[in-house]
């Protein structure tokens, strides 16, 4: 079955902790999103990569770190910088193409609780 | 504010009736895309239209896109309980990732 999957979906952390969300797809796609839901809100960026060994900031990166090791891989860090972390995670995958986004493929979310 | 705003904001109507939501956009786009979003899960991807594109059809949903006034509207004909969900637009600016409207909350009472 081709998908992305997010784990865990709850999370719970306690102030000053350092957590990371998972994000994987074998979907082949060459570009990842993180994005940012608080409830009733729509979703913000927080980083996105094209390729292996690459990413940007997107609108509210500050406070979160990524990697990207493996094309299938992305994960999140929330570090203790971010202030405000619980909210709902989304990860997203999509092909690349040149001068335009695609649609984007969505996993499943993690919800994240600063206890 | 965001670069899509959805209107309005939530919507409630009986099922078999039409709803309409609607999106505006500062910005010049490459594509304007709509997705639905059920309750604590992930987006689905519904429809894109690209810039050049003035009207696109799948199934019962309709989209319309207007780039002189930067707007676009998202018509789902025949509600049924099941499109129950929060539906979102998003465009493609050309940043090489997509701007999210804040969403309409559609409820279909059966």
């Known amino acids: 079955d081709g998908g992305i999957t997010q784990s865990p979906k709850y999370l719970f952390r306690k102030e000053g902790q350092n957590v990371t969300l998972s994000c994987e797809q074998n979907?082949?796609?060459?570009?990842m999103y993180w994005y940012r839901q608080d409830p009733g809100q729509g979703l913000r960026l927080i980083y996105y990569?094209?390729?292996?060994?690459?990413?940007q900031k997107g609108d509210i990166a500050e406070g979160y770190s990524v990697s990207r090791e493996k094309k299938e891989s992305f994960p999140l860090t929330v570090t203790s910088a971010q202030k405000n972390p619980t909210a709902f995670y989304l990860c997203?995958?999509?092909?690349?193409?040149?001068?335009?986004?695609?649609?984007?493929?969505f996993g499943p979310g993690t919800r994240l609780t600063v206890l | 504010s965001q670069q899509g705003e959805e209107d309005p904001q939530a919507l409630s109507i009986q099922e078999g009736e039409n709803a309409t939501m609607n999106c505006s956009y500062k910005?010049?786009?490459?594509?304007l895309q709509w997705y639905r979003q059920n309750s604590g899960r992930g987006l689905v991807h519904l429809i894109l239209?690209?810039?050049?594109?003035r009207e696109k059809h799948s199934g019962r949903l309709r989209v319309t896109l207007d780039t002189s006034k930067k707007s676009s509207s998202l018509l789902i004909t025949a509600s049924r309980a099941a499109d129950t969900a929060s539906y979102f637009c998003?465009?493609?600016?050309?940043?090489?990732?997509?701007?999210f409207g804040s969403g309409t909350r559609l409820q279909v009472q059966p």
């Open positions: 997203a995958s999509a092909p690349l193409q040149f001068g335009y986004s695609n649609e984007q493929f």
């Open positions: 979907l082949n796609h060459d570009a």
């Open positions: 990569s094209q390729i292996v060994n690459d990413f």
């Open positions: 910005t010049s786009i490459n594509n």
């Open positions: 239209i690209r810039s050049n594109e």
């Open positions: 998003a465009t493609d600016t050309g940043r090489r990732a997509l701007t």
